[in-house]
């Protein structure tokens, strides 16, 4: 085993790394770099102790993870701090309030005793709602027991997502990451099971299930082995009704030789021919938030391989700022996407957690950011729908500002809700230039609630109670 399986080891035992990709490209190993390794990077030689010292204090408090493939192909390094890919993985003062960082960078100035820090660690992390869309509280299923089923979320009827314990890690980490808690080492913050018996039990009670979800993390850290014990079994006829299987991932991006020459890459090609010849439909959701992640001929050629499976991969991301809040950078994007044969899915608005204040674009902006480059591009990129707020109630879309009646107005619907009768019905907010979250809108024309607010806070009260 290498030195940096070892370190990755150290850092999650449940999690096994990638030692080296070999095939057309070459042997590529695997090197990662966390908090720990900054200043083994000989490219942040050329930054100012102090810069070097404030990426020190955020990382003390927001998961840093960093690959050697991102630092030598991804970043460019004439152009730091603004090359998007660099904002995307290495983190930065604006991060933390001012407050948070001030607080952190004292106690490690002075050199505080291991648990003063730790304790001021958490506080901050809490402190920065690190559960967004009452995700423990109300996602969490339940068996006919009333005990809560960890590691998955069922939010929306037709969709049940699940954390695999050997995934809940990446090959980098995104500095906007909305589960950031996932890799912080709390383990009160972690959502994960390795219990692949018990997901399979829960889908064969709920046959209005019809998509999986493999999420984390990124699945694509597991070996393939582990891989196929949680979803091999759904191609027996008792699971006929999961007709789609759905894995989020970075790893086109952040390490395509995973696919490519990685130790068990051909087994992981032949589990998703397996199991679209099987009959299911396999989307890899990846992760996509700059076209410079599309643009080397390792992704690409992983991408070409991933799609000779027959499994489709759908591209999301949100919109944020300081990486990709240009409208020519998303045509862009969306244009490769397309030529590359991925399908455009969704922009999503940046969610209220970790370091949203530096990340977040008011909606009206992202709005006209959306506006502006959906209408640069075909019809087959124009799939990709948003900004998409993925809120408590549910996926909320703002399809619009306009005025009506002499008032000025955000026009928004339901992609997906927690009531299925609430999808596609428009309602409007007032309009408001400053604001990046559903919960900073007020409904429009002097109304006192939404169209769904009773319903929603009743299903709230429904399952805090039963939480």
């Excluded at 090197?31 to 000989?42: A, H």
Aim: overall charge negative.
């Amino acid at each position: 085993m290498s030195a940096q399986v070892h370190a990755l080891k150290a850092l999650n035992p449940r999690v096994e790394a990638p030692e080296e990709a070999t095939g057309p490209f070459g042997a590529v190993p695997f090197k990662v770099y966390t908090q720990r390794d900054l200043d083994r990077i000989p490219q942040l030689a050329s930054l100012t102790p102090e810069q070097r010292f404030e990426m020190k204090v955020v990382s003390s408090v927001l998961p840093f993870r960093v690959n050697q493939y991102v630092i030598d192909e991804l970043i460019d390094w004439r152009n730091i701090p603004a090359d998007p890919i660099f904002q995307l993985t290495f983190p930065q003062r604006g991060m933390l309030a001012a407050e948070h960082f001030e607080c952190i960078a004292g106690l490690l100035q002075r050199a505080a005793p291991k648990d003063e820090l730790e304790q001021a660690i958490a506080e901050v992390r809490h402190a920065l709602n690190p559960h967004p869309a009452d995700q423990m509280q109300m996602n969490m299923p339940r068996d006919e027991h009333g005990r809560r089923l960890d590691g998955m979320q069922h939010k929306y009827r037709e969709t049940v997502l699940f954390f695999p314990s050997q995934g809940q890690t990446c090959h980098s980490y995104c500095t906007f990451c909305f589960r950031w808690a996932q890799f912080v080492g709390d383990k009160e913050l972690r959502i994960a099971s390795s219990e692949a018996s018990a997901l399979h039990a829960y889908l064969r009670k709920h046959t209005e299930v019809t998509d999986l979800l493999m999420t984390g993390g990124d699945p694509m850290v597991m070996k393939t082995r582990h891989l196929r014990d949680y979803l091999e079994p759904l191609l027996q006829p008792e699971f006929d009704h999961i007709q789609t299987i759905r894995i989020g991932s970075k790893a086109l991006t952040f390490w395509p030789h995973r696919f490519l020459g990685a130790e068990d890459a051909d087994d992981l090609i032949r589990l998703l021919t397996q199991l679209v010849e099987a009959g299911k439909h396999v989307a890899l959701m990846a992760h996509y938030n700059h076209w410079k992640e599309l643009d080397t001929e390792a992704a690409q050629a992983a991408i070409r391989r991933v799609r000779s499976t027959g499994a489709v991969i759908r591209a999301q991301g949100p919109l944020i700022a300081h990486i990709n809040d240009d409208p020519a950078v998303w045509a862009r994007m969306w244009r490769m996407e397309v030529k590359l044969g991925l399908v455009p899915y969704y922009m999503f608005v940046e969610r209220d957690t970790g370091a949203r204040n530096y990340f977040e674009v008011p909606l009206a902006r992202a709005w006209e950011i959306y506006q502006q480059a959906i209408q640069q591009v075909s019809g087959l990129a124009r799939t990709a729908r948003g900004p998409s707020m993925s809120a408590s109630p549910g996926k909320v879309e703002i399809q619009g500002i306009t005025e009506i009646a002499g008032e000025k107005v955000f026009v928004l619907r339901f992609i997906q809700g927690r009531n299925p009768d609430w999808v596609q019905r428009p309602f409007f907010a007032k309009y408001d230039d400053k604001a990046t979250w559903l919960d900073q809108l007020v409904p429009a024309f002097g109304e006192a609630k939404w169209f769904w607010q009773d319903e929603y806070e009743a299903i709230r009260e429904d399952r805090l109670a039963a939480a």
